[in-house]
Each structure stands twice: as C-alpha cells, then as structure tokens.
C-alpha cells in the first residue's frame, strides 16, 4: 500500500520529527505504555491530491465544534498506541485526520483506520484556539516527566509561578528557552473538559502546563520544540531534584543573575 507520505517531503518531516520525539519521550521514561499524545497540524503540507482522498473511516464525532479548524488535517497518534512503536512506525501508530464541513467531526484519511488518542477533543480545542490567535504554532505534546510530575505532588509549587521561578533559577538557559515558563493547572480528570478548558486558560501566559499530578502539556511550532521546552523543564528539575539528594537546599541564581540574564537574551518579565 502506498503512504501518504510518499512523494511529500514535507509532510514526511514533520512525521519524521513526531517519530523522533516519541522516541526521546520513551528513552527518557516520560512514555510508560500508551502514555502520551501527539497532535500536528500538517494543513499546510496538504495537496489537491490529498484534498480528495476518500475517507477510510465513518465521520467520528469531534465533542466539540471547532469553527477554526474547517478544513484541516492533522497527524495524531493512535489511542491506546505506544510512543516506543510511534518511534518506529508512525504511520501504524498514527493517522491522518481530516476535519469534516461541520467543524464538529473528522474521518480519518491515511494511511490506516487507526482511531485518535482519547484526548483527541482536548488536542484539537487546543489547535482551535492556536489557529484563531494567528500564530506558528502547529504542534500540541503531552507527556509524564518524571521529575516535574514528582514536584506536582506538594501544594507549595502549585502556586502561581512558585515552580518556574524556581526552574528557571537552576540553570540560565532555562529562562532563555522557556521564556513564559511553566502554568498550573489543578489536578482535573485526564481526557475532561475541565482539563482541556484550564489547559486553554493557562496557554494564554505560558508555554507549557502542568497537569498536577499527571504531566504536562505543551504548545509550539514543531514537535521539536514542544519537546524541548519540556526537556529544558525537565532537567531544571533535575538540577533542582539532584541538590535535594546530596543534602541540601539549591541556592539558585540570585535576582542580580536573573535580572542580568532577562536583559541579555532580551526576556519577558
Ligand atoms: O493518552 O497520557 O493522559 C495517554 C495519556 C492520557
Ligand atoms: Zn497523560
């Protein structure tokens, strides 16, 4: 059977990169099982050709009606799927979707039947509301690290910028490229409403959130980016984590450094 991919350079990359990320989440043990989704928005690598392509599943209803989101496509992985196989085999893990007319159903297109994460609501409520604000970003992640999820556990750094001030204090780069840092929001149901709606809330300040007590959620241009903001994340949280285990309390870089730092990578606040 022929791929989707076959001949489209450019929808192969942002495939590729989807691969490669899974790949980095399950070495990193962020992706036990099935955990985990990934959704890109490929409509600008989407021909005439793939415009026709009939639809090899009934329409599935969406849960939500997202005006934006007429006539897009998005790669998703596959539900129940495992990262460790999306590496390997993307396109046996994942599909490609097509957003019906009525912008409140999708049918998969290519290359098999393989049905969208569970989350695939919250995903593309996500994906709505990045088309409506214009911007670049085409890429949504969610993942479980380990060490972020572990620091959810305690109420003192669920408090509104407690943790990103802290992370970005371990280590300059933190700030540098994760520049609006990390958001809170409360312990909800995984795959809710509530969960997608706060996680919409929270978008509007930060890059990435945090699901307490289950993991993050990140929005950003590529797959590549999602990842690297939760990595850079994730090993201030390391750096933080492996100071606690040797005895005693980070000092962190002090407000001058901070200050001097905001300055010359030309920050926000
Ligand atoms: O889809 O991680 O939170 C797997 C998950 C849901
Ligand atoms: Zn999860």
């Given at each position: 059977?022929k791929?989707?991919?076959?001949g489209?350079?450019g ?5 590729n990169?989807?691969?490669?990320v899974?790949g980095?989440?399950?070495?990193k043990g962020?992706?036990e099982?099935n955990?985990?989704n990934i959704t890109?928005?490929v409509t ?8 026709q ?7 599935k209803?969406?849960g939500?009606?997202?005006p934006?989101l007429k006539?897009?496509?998005f790669?998703c992985?596959?539900?129940q799927?495992?990262?460790?196989d999306l590496a390997?085999w ?7 979707i097509r957003i019906?007319?009525?912008c409140?159903?999708?049918v998969?297109?290519?290359d098999?039947?393989?049905?969208p994460?569970?989350e695939?609501a919250?995903?593309?409520t996500?994906h709505?509301?990045?088309i409506?604000e214009g911007g ?8 479980h690290?380990?060490?972020?999820v572990a620091m959810?556990?305690?109420?003192k750094?669920?408090e509104?910028?407690v ?5 970005w204090?371990?280590i300059?780069?933190?700030k540098?490229f994760c520049?609006?840092?990390?958001g809170?929001?409360?312990y909800k149901?995984?795959g809710s409403v509530e969960?997608a709606?706060?996680?919409?809330e929270?978008?509007k ?9 289950h ?7 590529d797959?590549m980016d999602a990842?690297?903001?939760?990595d ?6 390391q ?5 606690r285990?040797?005895?005693?309390e980070?000092?962190?870089m002090?407000?001058e450094q901070?200050?001097e730092?905001?300055?010359?990578y030309?920050?926000?606040?």
């Amino acid at each position: 059977m022929k791929s989707i991919l076959e001949g489209r350079p450019g929808l192969t990359r942002e495939v590729n990169k989807v691969a490669e990320v899974a790949g980095y989440l399950w070495q990193k043990g962020w992706a036990e099982r099935n955990g985990g989704n990934i959704t890109i928005n490929v409509t600008e690598f989407v021909d005439d050709e793939i415009r026709q392509m009939p639809a090899i599943t009934e329409p599935k209803p969406i849960g939500a009606t997202l005006p934006h989101l007429k006539g897009c496509y998005f790669f998703c992985k596959g539900t129940q799927k495992r990262m460790r196989d999306l590496a390997r085999w993307p396109m046996e893990n994942g599909s490609i979707i097509r957003i019906c007319d009525d912008c409140a159903s999708y049918v998969i297109i290519a290359d098999q039947p393989v049905i969208p994460t569970s989350e695939v609501a919250a995903h593309l409520t996500v994906h709505n509301t990045l088309i409506a604000e214009g911007g670049k970003k085409k890429a949504t992640v969610h993942t479980h690290p380990i060490e972020l999820v572990a620091m959810s556990h305690t109420n003192k750094f669920l408090e509104k910028d407690v943790l990103t001030n802290l992370l970005w204090s371990m280590i300059p780069e933190t700030k540098a490229f994760c520049p609006r840092g990390l958001g809170i929001v409360p312990y909800k149901m995984a795959g809710s409403v509530e969960l997608a709606e706060a996680t919409l809330e929270e978008l509007k300040d930060y890059d990435v959130v945090m699901w307490e007590k289950h993991g993050v959620f990140a929005a950003d241009t590529d797959a590549m980016d999602a990842f690297d903001q939760i990595d850079v994340l994730t090993k201030a949280a390391q750096i933080y984590i492996n100071a606690r285990c040797m005895g005693f309390e980070p000092d962190g870089m002090s407000e001058e450094q901070m200050k001097e730092m905001t300055i010359a990578y030309n920050l926000p606040k």
